[in-house]
């Protein structure tokens, strides 16, 4: 991948970890003869919600075309 810009932002709630966010943009590089398909990946953290509505987000992820959704616990 061949960076293209990369974008930085801080939250103003204060919490006992940073409050930060990344982005970063890129596109194949064309030189690698790498075969390859266009793929967006997005990712979140989920914070104090019921579990019981994780069933509904992930059929309506797969519905609108997601390929895969997943959750990983985190403390």
Same mark, same amino acid.
């Given at each position: +991948?061949?960076?293209?810009?990369?974008? !930085?932002? /801080?939250?103003?709630?204060?919490? @006992?970890?940073?409050? =930060? %966010?990344?982005?970063?943009?890129?596109?194949? *590089?064309?030189?690698? *003869?790498?075969?390859? $398909?266009? =793929?967006?990946? =997005?990712?979140?953290?989920?914070? *104090? +919600?019921? @579990?019981?509505? !994780? $069933?509904?987000?992930?059929? /309506? %992820?797969?519905?609108?075309?997601? %390929? *895969?959704? !997943? %959750?990983? @616990?985190?403390?």
């Amino acid at each position: +991948m061949i960076i293209k810009e990369t974008g !930085y932002g /801080a939250g103003k709630t204060k919490f @006992p970890f940073p409050n =930060v %966010l990344r982005v970063i943009l890129g596109e194949t *590089d064309e030189s690698a *003869d790498i075969p390859c $398909d266009l =793929v967006s990946i =997005v990712e979140t953290n989920i914070d *104090d +919600m019921n @579990p019981e509505f !994780y $069933d509904s987000i992930f059929e /309506a %992820l797969f519905t609108v075309g997601a %390929l *895969d959704v !997943y %959750l990983t @616990p985190s403390l």
